[in-house]
């Protein structure tokens, strides 16, 4: 698999992106890829078997979970016919711009990004107009890192694309884009790994934060950490400590609340129901630590939202 020229691209994931075409496609010898030069982006990721492709000079090999996106004004074409299953979306985006980075140019940049995020709280989040992340021309998406989210969204964004249903194109950018973050996450303790940048134990606490964030209304526990990490717990609490000044159930507990304030604020669900949506499997617990992070019972912040 080549390199890809060190190619990365930034984006303002505050902006959708247009969806030109959406789908998935098989093919088999001996259809092969025609030689073109897009107006567009086209965006692949590869479900079964393999694709051979070129764009410009660089060969690409693609195998299952590969993610590529090819740029516009760039000539790509099939090199070799073969049996694959793959996601293809053709989009444009006005924010989107390629940047090419060395590792060390790719290092700082990660860096910044993720000590930036982690100084936001999220009220100055929410006035912030850009937020600029990097993705990368190419990642492989293992299983147990979200591959199954990504696919899902994908074909979330596919079923939106072909229905005819009001605001089913502004759905389908949406997961589209929801997925181009969630690989923005993925990429970003891999870029450093790949590059030198951060040990280990760092990357380990980056993954951790991606995992409790995505899955903070899952049961979730020291004994599980450890299964799913394959790091002793204490340890990987001390790391996580060390670099984002809270434990790691301190951070969960945040999580899940911060997720509680805005259920209860905009729906109409009841608090046992907020409650186990969020994560907690006992509501007067829950009622316990939502009182100590916001001063008040959920009820009564329900009440003071307009709920009922």
């Not at 006005?94 to 060395?102: C, D, F, K, P, Q």
């Not at 790091?231 to 945040?254: A, H, P, W």
Request: net charge neutral; glycine share 6%; aromatic share 12%.
């Amino acid at each position: 698999m080549a390199k890809a020229e060190n190619r990365y691209f930034q984006y303002n994931c505050r902006q959708l992106p247009e969806i030109r075409l959406a789908d998935t496609a098989a093919i088999e010898p001996p259809y092969l890829h025609k030689r073109r030069t897009p107006g567009e982006y086209i965006f692949y990721l590869i479900r079964r078997g393999e694709m051979y492709l070129s764009e410009n000079e660089t060969l690409y090999h693609l195998l299952p979970g590969d993610f590529l996106i090819l740029e516009p004004d760039r000539t790509h074409m099939g090199r070799k016919a073969t049996n694959c299953e793959y996601y293809y979306i053709h989009f444009l985006y006005g924010s989107l711009e390629t940047v090419v980075l060395s590792d060390e140019a790719l290092r700082d940049r990660l860096l910044r990004q993720r000590e930036k995020t982690l100084r936001m709280d999220s009220q100055s989040k929410g006035c912030e107009r850009q937020e600029m992340l990097l993705l990368p021309k190419y990642i492989h998406l293992a299983a147990d890192t979200g591959y199954r989210d990504i696919t899902q969204l994908l074909n979330e964004g596919i079923s939106f694309h072909n229905s005819p249903m009001e605001g089913g194109e502004a759905l389908c950018a949406s997961r589209f884009l929801e997925a181009l973050i969630r690989i923005s996450r993925q990429f970003l303790p891999v870029g450093f790994r790949e590059t030198g940048g951060y040990s280990r134990g760092n990357c380990r606490v980056w993954e951790l934060l991606d995992y409790l964030n995505m899955f903070y209304y899952e049961p979730i526990s020291g004994d599980s950490l450890e299964e799913k990490f394959d790091c002793n717990f204490d340890y990987l609490n001390r790391l996580f400590r060390q670099s984002i000044g809270k434990t790691v159930f301190q951070y969960l507990s945040e999580i899940r609340i911060a997720h509680a304030r805005e259920l209860l604020a905009t729906s109409s669900m009841k608090v046992s129901q907020i409650s186990e949506k969020v994560g907690f499997s006992d509501e007067s617990y829950f009622s316990k630590v939502f009182k100590r992070h916001t001063g008040i019972s959920p009820l009564k912040y329900a009440k003071m939202c307009g709920g009922s």
